[in-house]
């Protein structure tokens, strides 16, 4: 088993930088976090119930870190930029005006969707997932075998319903852990800065550097008196956090080591190369150009309309950043050959592999299942296109529940389970701010003549018949009653025949739709169940191979909690160029304009003036530092991560990386990998000398340097 081999592997070597780790796997790297100058003793950061991982939270998509012992945590700005715009209104615009609560009273309800996320327990389960499955099962048999165990796994787990349990794997599906965390449902907008600090350079400067970015917002975690998670409550009480970090303003210098903790999204650093030149050929490019056509409706149609535009702030912000993050990935992809990289390594391994007798028929499977699952991935995108409405979306889920509920709990598919009620039901509601009847219609229209000039082979079968002609689909805007928050939510209680004879629109495409849902489903699970028989055999003999070169073996980010340490670094991104590791305030002054995103509030522009530093003036730069590199190794999802020095102190959060970066979620350059972190004195400055948030920093632990 791989739980074996990997801790049998002691100690393990680290390349570089390079390693998103498991909390359990750090012992095994003391004498690395030792040699760039970490002091907290291995043993204590694998402990989840110890400082610091204790203070670590998820967002749920973003990481966060508790700064208080009353629930008091900080995260990013463009984390927190969803709990903005759906508190804002033409009127009230927070997002433009930024947002302080000087009470707990003050404090606004983040969001029914959102969560806060304390990883408790991790144990390995790989055996009770894996073990005795037969040999001769078909793809689809085994996913369901792999998904009721699973099920069984996270029901156990769950009998305490204050835990959110799941059983994610590692290694593309060698090692299952099952990973409970406390999961608090109350969760409050505590203080945003303007966007013209928060998002100062918007996507202009989105993955690049030079950054003068304060990406930092205050969300604060409630519960019930009884101390447990408990549903929105004014009668709520902050949660008392087993720990948080101290806020270090003594600041870093080049060279100086960093920790960095949290919750790292999707990484594929042991994929094919033909899977990197699928991605790199057609997926990338594909998905650049559908986010462009999408962010054009979405300014056609919410233009000259100051609520629309509030309303849908936060969705063309997602899609600019995950677009501007594909073509990053494609330029790297031109700038550094990945892919021939990667067939180079692949040569390597197969030579090994077949010098250590391994099983031949092993490879010609593997590019078998994975051909299958590139073809079925065309299929799924043209899906994708083709339902590219928020309305539709909701009646699909509707439907989905109904017919999901006529199963006892334990046989429904996960997401449309008991557990998954709340969930259901919050991004139900959810859809109230961030909803235009009007920009939906004109983004489906536009969706659907794209989707038709898309190959007629990748078309799900039976899919064209049932999709309404795009010029028509107006009609059915005026034949729905789910715009309706309390119309939407009503139908949650309704079951399937009551929606196959209504007379709802979009309820009626969502009955007819199910059957080509219902076959790709059925076709990814069948891929998937031999994707899960093939992939672990390839890994583990991958891992083998790594591991006699002395090379580091941790598993692909799948968003749990995770480890990464470094240094404060320049970079050269090309050959004469040098970038240094520090930004600072003066470099916002001279980036300020009168047009977004580089509009500067002048109370900012009079203290840099002024040179109002206080104690937040680093001594070296002379000023305060906004922004700083390090070598750290991250991906999406670490945003919000805390970033720590050498003794587990706050000292920067986690927003972004290079852009010569970007390529990194699929192959680690420690010569131009770089993480972009915001200086925690620059956010404490902001705090002090702009919005006055005396109370936070008041509430906070803050370490001062010494005068």
């Given at each position: 088993?791989?739980?074996?081999l990997?801790?049998?592997a002691?100690?393990l070597?680290?390349?570089?930088d390079?390693?998103?780790w498991?909390p359990?796997?750090?012992?095994?790297?003391?004498?690395?976090?030792?040699?760039?100058?970490?002091?907290?003793?291995?043993?204590?950061l694998?402990?989840?119930?110890?400082?610091?991982?204790?203070?670590?939270?998820s967002?749920?998509?973003?990481?966060?870190?508790?700064?208080?012992?009353?629930?008091?945590?900080?995260?990013?700005?463009?984390?927190?930029?969803?709990?903005?715009?759906r508190n804002?209104s033409?009127?009230?615009?927070?997002?433009?005006?930024?947002?302080?609560?000087?009470?707990?009273?003050?404090?606004l309800?983040a969001?029914?969707?959102?969560?806060?996320?304390?990883?408790?327990?991790?144990?390995?389960?790989?055996?009770?997932?894996?073990g005795?499955?037969?040999?001769?099962?078909?793809?689809?048999?085994?996913?369901?075998?792999?998904?009721?165990?699973?099920?069984?796994?996270?029901?156990e787990?769950?009998q305490?319903?204050?835990?959110?349990?799941?059983?994610?794997?590692f290694?593309?599906?060698?090692?299952?852990?099952r990973?409970?965390?406390l999961m608090?449902?109350?969760?409050?907008?505590?203080?945003?800065?303007?966007?013209?600090i928060?998002?100062?350079?918007?996507?202009?400067?989105?993955f690049?550097?030079p950054?003068?970015?304060?990406?930092?917002?205050?969300?604060?975690?409630?519960v019930?008196k009884?101390?447990?998670?408990?549903?929105?409550?004014?009668?709520n009480?902050?949660?008392?956090?087993?720990?948080f970090?101290?806020?270090?303003?003594?600041?870093?210098k080049?060279?100086?080591?960093?920790l960095?903790?949290?919750?790292?999204?999707r990484?594929?650093?042991?994929?094919?190369?033909?899977?990197?030149?699928?991605?790199?050929?057609?997926?990338?490019?594909?998905?650049?150009?559908?986010?462009?056509?999408?962010?054009?409706?979405?300014?056609?149609?919410?233009?000259?309309?100051?609520?629309?535009?509030?309303?849908?702030?936060?969705?063309?912000?997602?899609?600019?950043?995950?677009?501007?993050?594909?073509?990053?990935?494609?330029?790297?992809?031109a700038?550094k050959?990945?892919?021939?990289?990667?067939?180079?390594?692949?040569?390597?391994?197969?030579?090994?592999?077949?010098?250590n007798g391994?099983?031949?028929?092993?490879?010609?499977e593997?590019?078998q299942?994975?051909?299958?699952?590139?073809?079925?991935?065309?299929?799924?995108?043209?899906?994708?296109?083709?339902?590219?409405?928020?309305?539709?979306?909701?009646?699909?889920?509707?439907?989905?529940?109904?017919?999901?509920?006529?199963?006892p709990?334990?046989?429904?598919?996960?997401?449309?389970?008991?557990?998954?009620?709340?969930?259901?039901?919050?991004?139900?509601?959810?859809?109230?701010?961030?909803?235009?009847?009007?920009?939906?219609?004109a983004?489906?229209?536009?969706?659907?003549?794209?989707?038709a000039?898309l190959p007629?082979?990748?078309?799900?079968?039976?899919?064209?018949?049932?999709?309404?002609?795009?010029s028509?689909?107006?009609?059915?805007?005026?034949?729905?009653q789910?715009?309706?928050?309390?119309?939407?939510?009503?139908?949650?209680?309704?079951?399937?025949?009551?929606?196959?004879?209504?007379?709802?629109?979009?309820?009626?495409?969502?009955?007819?739709?199910?059957?080509?849902?219902?076959?790709?489903?059925?076709?990814?699970?069948e891929?998937?169940g031999?994707?899960?028989r093939i992939i672990?055999r390839?890994?583990?003999?991958?891992?083998?191979?790594?591991q006699?070169?002395?090379k580091?073996?941790y598993?692909?980010?799948?968003?749990?909690?995770?480890?990464?340490f470094?240094?404060?670094?320049?970079?050269?991104?090309?050959?004469?160029?040098?970038?240094?590791?520090?930004?600072?305030?003066?470099?916002?002054?001279?980036?300020?304009?009168?047009?977004?995103?580089?509009?500067?509030?002048?109370?900012?522009?009079?203290?840099?003036?002024?040179?109002?530093?206080?104690?937040?003036?680093?001594?070296?730069?002379g000023?305060?530092?906004?922004?700083?590199?390090?070598?750290?190794?991250?991906?999406?999802?670490?945003?919000?991560?805390?970033?720590?020095?050498?003794?587990?102190?706050?000292?920067?959060?986690?927003?972004d990386?290079?852009?010569?970066?970007?390529t990194?979620d699929w192959?680690f350059?420690?010569?131009i990998?770089?993480a972009?972190?915001?200086?925690?004195?620059?956010?404490?400055?902001?705090m002090?000398?702009?919005?006055?948030?005396?109370?936070?920093?008041?509430?906070?632990?803050?370490?001062?340097?010494?005068?």
């Amino acid at each position: 088993m791989l739980v074996t081999l990997i801790a049998s592997a002691m100690p393990l070597q680290a390349f570089a930088d390079e390693g998103q780790w498991q909390p359990h796997q750090l012992p095994q790297l003391k004498s690395e976090l030792k040699r760039i100058g970490i002091t907290i003793p291995a043993e204590k950061l694998a402990d989840l119930g110890k400082h610091p991982m204790s203070a670590m939270a998820s967002l749920g998509g973003c990481s966060a870190s508790f700064v208080s012992n009353a629930g008091l945590a900080v995260t990013n700005h463009h984390c927190a930029y969803g709990a903005v715009q759906r508190n804002s209104s033409a009127l009230r615009n927070l997002i433009a005006d930024g947002f302080l609560a000087k009470t707990r009273a003050e404090e606004l309800p983040a969001g029914p969707s959102e969560r806060m996320y304390v990883t408790d327990k991790v144990e390995t389960v790989t055996t009770r997932v894996t073990g005795g499955l037969a040999a001769n099962l078909s793809g689809r048999a085994r996913y369901e075998q792999i998904q009721n165990r699973t099920k069984g796994l996270i029901l156990e787990c769950e009998q305490d319903k204050a835990y959110r349990c799941s059983v994610p794997s590692f290694h593309r599906g060698l090692e299952y852990y099952r990973i409970r965390q406390l999961m608090i449902r109350d969760v409050r907008l505590v203080y945003a800065p303007s966007d013209k600090i928060g998002n100062f350079g918007g996507d202009i400067d989105n993955f690049e550097w030079p950054r003068h970015t304060g990406d930092f917002a205050f969300l604060r975690a409630y519960v019930g008196k009884d101390g447990r998670p408990a549903d929105p409550s004014a009668d709520n009480v902050p949660y008392q956090s087993k720990d948080f970090l101290q806020v270090s303003a003594e600041g870093l210098k080049a060279g100086d080591p960093i920790l960095l903790a949290g919750y790292p999204g999707r990484t594929s650093r042991y994929k094919l190369p033909v899977e990197i030149r699928h991605a790199r050929d057609i997926a990338y490019p594909r998905r650049v150009a559908e986010s462009q056509a999408d962010l054009n409706e979405i300014a056609k149609a919410t233009q000259d309309n100051a609520e629309s535009v509030v309303r849908y702030a936060s969705v063309a912000k997602s899609i600019n950043n995950g677009m501007k993050k594909s073509q990053g990935l494609i330029d790297g992809f031109a700038r550094k050959d990945i892919a021939a990289i990667k067939d180079g390594q692949n040569a390597e391994f197969r030579a090994w592999f077949s010098k250590n007798g391994k099983d031949a028929s092993l490879l010609g499977e593997l590019e078998q299942v994975i051909a299958a699952d590139i073809n079925l991935s065309e299929q799924e995108f043209a899906w994708t296109v083709a339902t590219h409405s928020d309305m539709l979306r909701s009646a699909r889920s509707l439907y989905r529940l109904a017919l999901e509920r006529k199963k006892p709990d334990a046989e429904r598919e996960p997401g449309y389970q008991e557990r998954d009620q709340a969930f259901i039901k919050a991004r139900l509601a959810r859809l109230e701010q961030s909803f235009v009847s009007s920009v939906d219609q004109a983004r489906w229209q536009a969706a659907l003549q794209r989707y038709a000039q898309l190959p007629a082979d990748t078309h799900p079968a039976g899919l064209d018949a049932l999709l309404p002609a795009a010029s028509s689909i107006a009609t059915l805007y005026t034949q729905t009653q789910l715009s309706n928050t309390a119309q939407r939510l009503a139908w949650m209680e309704k079951d399937a025949e009551a929606m196959k004879q209504s007379s709802d629109a979009f309820l009626q495409l969502a009955t007819r739709m199910y059957q080509v849902s219902d076959n790709l489903e059925n076709n990814r699970k069948e891929i998937d169940g031999n994707l899960e028989r093939i992939i672990p055999r390839h890994m583990q003999a991958v891992i083998a191979w790594k591991q006699a070169q002395g090379k580091p073996v941790y598993a692909d980010a799948n968003s749990t909690l995770r480890v990464t340490f470094g240094t404060v670094a320049a970079y050269s991104p090309r050959d004469g160029i040098t970038k240094g590791p520090f930004t600072t305030v003066e470099g916002i002054v001279e980036k300020s304009a009168k047009e977004a995103p580089f509009i500067t509030p002048p109370a900012l522009l009079d203290a840099v003036k002024a040179k109002r530093y206080g104690v937040f003036r680093d001594a070296t730069l002379g000023t305060v530092p906004v922004n700083f590199l390090s070598s750290a190794d991250t991906t999406g999802g670490n945003s919000g991560s805390a970033v720590m020095n050498k003794r587990g102190e706050l000292v920067g959060l986690n927003f972004d990386s290079t852009y010569e970066s970007v390529t990194k979620d699929w192959y680690f350059d420690s010569a131009i990998t770089r993480a972009i972190h915001v200086d925690i004195r620059y956010m404490l400055w902001v705090m002090k000398e702009l919005d006055h948030a005396d109370n936070l920093l008041k509430e906070m632990t803050i370490i001062y340097p010494r005068q």
